[in-house]
């Protein structure tokens, strides 16, 4: 029975995989507004009801790809922050860093404004880690909300002029601004 059971998850990892390495490859050639999610299925030669078994959109696609390869390796180096008392510009260092590396990517992702846009989920999760960073700080409540709203949504207007400019400075002094 086991056998069985880590053949289906690895058929059910081969087809969420597929999904994002063909929606990955389809934004690098065609407009993300324009972009159906039958032409996803089709790069990815996966059927509408396997897609819709992992995402709820292709906007879903983009918030788990930010979850996998940056919020949650993020939130993990921000423990080691704590731990080993690593220099925060290190941790932001290596997050501007993942994103130089897959800038067209990110650079295509970025052009998309509005709700579900990639921009709102890097507030979203920025904000949500902020949150917890501070959950511990004594300070009132609407200072605390404020303070996270501050500096989530200057951090997120950052990283987006800098996706959108072309990455032109590079990820080191962008953690220095931090």
């Not at 990955?24 to 407009?31: C, D, E, F, I």
């Not at 507030?123 to 609407?142: F, I, R, Y």
Request: hydrophobic share 40%.
């Amino acid at each position: 029975m086991n056998s069985v059971n880590s053949t289906e998850e690895t058929d059910i990892q081969s087809a969420k995989e597929k999904l994002i390495i063909g929606f990955r490859q389809l934004v690098l050639k065609k407009n993300f507004e324009k972009l159906t999610v039958a032409e996803i299925c089709e790069q990815a030669n996966v059927s509408r009801k396997t897609f819709y078994t992992y995402f709820k959109d292709k906007n879903d696609i983009i918030e788990q790809i930010v979850r996998h390869s940056l919020t949650q390796p993020f939130a993990e180096l921000r423990k080691l922050y704590v731990l080993h008392d690593m220099a925060p510009t290190v941790i932001m260092e290596w997050l501007y860093q993942q994103i130089y590396e897959d800038r067209e990517f990110y650079i295509e992702i970025s052009r998309f404004n509005g709700q579900n846009s990639f921009e709102e989920f890097l507030l979203k999760h920025t904000t949500n880690m902020l949150e917890n960073a501070l959950s511990t700080v004594n300070m009132p409540d609407l200072d605390k909300e404020y303070t996270i709203y501050f500096y989530a949504s200057s951090h997120t207007a950052l990283l987006i002029k800098w996706i959108r400019d072309g990455m032109v400075v590079s990820p080191a002094k962008m953690a220095s601004f931090y």
